[in-house]
């Protein structure tokens, strides 16, 4: 048998130069192993508390925790943003624990309480494990969610002292209950925001404004608690913390705990023989590329994870591999599906640790559900949409002294193959911020209706709820929601609940739900907002990781009939897209060229779909839709030249829409990078003289109601963020355009026109008169509280 653990270093030199190999790793970055810095326990914390910690293990925090402890005990609000395993829970529970335990002594055992919010129950009960694990029994740590049973909801609100929940329990049953709460909420010394990276776009601001909910309502039992936040590693987390809790916060991101060393390989697969849209080159997927890669893992022995998108994807890499494999070595290799029941999941740890099994493909369903530390090998077939995510997965290999290897395999698009051109984007300080907007008026009316419920709202809470409030309560009053008294408060009028008119995790209208035709089960729910583009009658539509056809949408209902297909092709709804300026915020010179950010109406019709074969990329076949046209108020940025520009860039006229609309695709793919969207959060047009500027002018927008802050974040950080788009088509070695730079899979218009080197001479003459501030940005817009 060869030697079972090859150094990374190795096993990355052997992939990357057999099999004419040599021009696809495109970069790899030594991460040297950090050793552990330790600090001594802070004097505030209880013995009892650092005698459990020791039983468990730490004999002492690291210096983040530390410090993190020492900044909680002053009653500042604090963020903990540092990477996966480096022990953020003991630096906010040590504090929390302690001062509950201090709360024991009180005459009715309850002289101080916590909050703990976790954005799943999963995690929040987790919590609860490792509270137990710290603190004496007579602290008493609850769970309080949908799962808790009547008879004990009343118990944790009388005696528990740490209370663990989720956002949506807060709004909907604590919040409006705050009165049975009251002997809780009067002692309420600390609130933990767990995983808060996660409260982003639409579902981040409307926990934002839970937040401020919450502390007028401690503000009233008098109580005033600490924050403490703990969030994965991004840009500017105290200005996230701030912009969620609506307090000034501090961040904790120098991480002191240890780690291996590992070898990081970015890695692009190769052009391909097929030929896409508009005669496009194609690259081998990132999932083949992926299974070629697994196969020569296993081969030396190497335990490997891949993790890949779908389902569908994870079963074809195991296959292809195994295929590759033979006997008996592709016994070894399997595809984890997700679903499994907990002794499947153990079965599968097992084999894994024993090494039995040595390759496994898998969605990210992992990350959550089974313990695959220790491994050789991770695998990435497709940048997983965040650095957080990214770390997470790379996390999996690699134990305390031996070296780890990670490789990153680009998918074709302009976003992946943006970064394993630019591992500084990796490999630097973050410069994805997690962006949420909790002033958009459409998240703002709903609470203040659920606020106003709770207590009625004085001038005094103006501030609170920031600057979108006063202009609205005068408009809820009008829609009959609010009442004015004499006094000057507002009162909520209706009988219904306030707090049941939102769903924190819905961006507004009725959502679409998907139904299976056969069986009538409701697989889950798509926003209305992306339904007719995404489950139109006929759509190929992945849920979940499996793929399903739509055989009907229902708009009267509200429902899409599914039926459970594997068709070879993909389809991309066509669509016509219109859009007018509401409201212009800020207006930037950027030489003669121009920079703007504000509220637009865009008018959206779906009016067919094209089917594409998966293998290939070429168009099956187009069917027509007759689908009403879709309305949307949201935030966009936009930029526009001048017809002296278009000249000294060498654009005639009858390039320019092509110029424009392939530097709007790139600019859409390249927006992930800045803000913590998904390329689907967002939309653009572009126009080649538009009524509103005069100018021939690109817009990329919020998808959501409202905004959730992308456009914002995009319009921030303009120059970093536009000089990284024109990298993006610059550097792509294709002719005429292709997936990875201007090709988009979403474009309702069939990716026609596109021109590419336009596109860049564009950008250049856009980004010449750009201003150049340190990191590039205007100065932000955002009314960050
Ligand atoms: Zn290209
Ligand atoms: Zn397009």
């Not at 899979?745 to 340190?774: H, I, M, Q, S, Y």
């Amino acid at each position: 048998m060869p030697p079972r653990h090859s150094l990374p270093e190795a096993l990355l030199t052997t992939l990357s130069t057999t099999r004419g190999r040599s021009d696809r790793l495109t970069h790899t970055e030594h991460l040297p192993a950090r050793p552990a810095r330790y600090a001594p326990w802070p004097d505030s914390i209880r013995a009892e508390i650092t005698a459990a910690a020791r039983a468990v293990g730490v004999e002492q925090p690291w210096a983040h925790q530390a410090e993190a402890m020492n900044l909680a005990k002053t009653g500042q609000t604090v963020v903990i943003a540092t990477g996966t395993a480096s022990g953020k829970s003991l630096g906010y529970l040590a504090p929390v624990l302690s001062d509950l335990l201090d709360g024991t002594e009180a005459r009715n055992g309850r002289g101080a309480t916590a909050l703990y919010l976790a954005p799943t129950k999963a995690l929040a009960a987790d919590q609860r494990r490792r509270a137990a694990e710290l603190a004496p029994p007579r602290v008493r740590a609850a769970l309080y969610d949908g799962d808790t049973p009547p008879e004990e909801r009343e118990w944790v609100r009388q005696y528990a002292s740490y209370v663990l929940t989720n956002p949506d329990m807060l709004h909907r049953g604590i919040l409006p209950a705050h009165a049975r709460w009251s002997s809780f909420f009067k002692v309420l010394r600390y609130v933990v925001v767990d995983e808060c990276h996660s409260y982003r776009g639409v579902f981040g601001s409307h926990v934002a404004q839970v937040l401020r909910r919450l502390r007028r309502i401690c503000a009233r039992y008098g109580s005033s608690p600490t924050f403490l936040l703990a969030s994965a590693t991004t840009a500017d987390p105290a200005a996230t913390a701030g912009r969620l809790t609506g307090l000034p916060a501090v961040a904790v991101t120098d991480d002191a705990s240890p780690r291996g060393p590992m070898v990081f390989g970015l890695w692009e697969p190769p052009l391909t023989e097929n030929i896409g849209e508009h005669g496009a080159p194609v690259r081998r997927t990132a999932t083949a590329e992926a299974a070629y890669l697994l196969t020569d893992l296993v081969e030396q022995q190497t335990r490997t994870v891949v993790f890949v998108r779908s389902r569908r994807a994870a079963e074809l890499v195991a296959l292809q591999a195994q295929d590759q494999l033979g006997r008996p070595l592709a016994a070894r290799v399997a595809a984890y599906r997700g679903g499994y029941l907990a002794d499947e999941r153990r079965a599968l740890e097992g084999a894994l640790h024993s090494g039995q099994l040595l390759g496994l493909a898998s969605t990210s369903a992992l990350e959550l559900g089974v313990d695959v530390s220790g491994l050789d090998a991770v695998l990435m077939a497709g940048y997983p949409g965040t650095r957080a995510s990214l770390w997470q997965q790379a996390g999996r290999a690699g134990r305390e002294a031996q070296g780890a290897l990670a490789v990153l395999i680009a998918r074709d698009d302009p976003l992946d193959t943006y970064l394993v051109h630019h591992p500084e984007a990796l490999f630097a300080a973050p410069v994805e911020a997690t962006v949420l907007d909790p002033d958009n008026p459409h998240v703002l009316a709903p609470h203040l209706c659920a606020a106003a419920a709770e207590l009625p709202l004085t001038d005094a809470d103006l501030e609170l709820f920031g600057p979108s409030t006063a202009p609205l309560l005068p408009v809820l009053e009008r829609r009959g929601l609010l009442r004015r008294r004499s006094d000057g408060s507002w009162y909520w009028t209706r009988r219904e609940r306030a707090a049941d008119a939102v769903d924190l995790r819905g961006s507004g209208g009725s959502p679409v739900q998907i139904v299976e035709a056969a069986t009538g089960r409701l697989l889950g729910t798509v926003d209305a907002s992306a339904s007719h583009t995404t489950v139109h009658t006929g759509a190929v539509h992945l849920h979940q990781g499996r793929t399903f056809l739509v055989r009907e949408l229902d708009l009267e209902n509200s429902v899409a009939l599914v039926d459970a297909a594997d068709p070879p092709y993909t389809t991309a709804a066509r669509d016509i897209t219109s859009i007018s300026v509401l409201d212009t915020d800020t207006t930037v010179r950027w030489g003669e060229g121009r920079l703007s950010f504000g509220s637009v109406e865009v008018v959206n019709q779906v009016v067919g779909y094209l089917r594409k074969r998966i293998s290939t990329g070429e168009i099956m076949g187009e069917s027509k839709l007759d689908l009403p046209p879709r309305t949307l108020r949201t935030r966009a940025v936009w930029w526009s030249v001048t017809e002296d520009q278009l000249l000294d860039a060498d654009i005639p006229l009858d390039r320019l829409p092509g110029a424009a609309h392939a530097a709007e695709h790139a600019s859409i793919g390249l927006l992930p990078l800045f803000a913590t969207c998904d390329r689907w959060d967002i939309g653009g047009v572009s126009v080649p003289l538009h009524p509103d500027t005069e100018l021939p002018t690109v817009f990329v927008y919020d998808g959501h109601p409202g905004g959730a802050g992308f456009a914002e974040r995009g319009f921030q950080r303009a120059v970093q963020w536009l000089t990284a788009t024109r990298e993006a088509i610059a550097a792509c070695e294709c002719e005429h355009g292709c997936p990875s730079c201007v090709q988009s899979p979403k474009c309702g218009n069939g990716n026609d026109p596109l021109d590419k080197t336009a596109a860049v001479r564009l950008l250049d003459v856009l980004l010449a008169g750009a201003p150049e501030a340190a990191d590039g940005a205007p100065a932000p817009t955002g009314t960050d509280s």
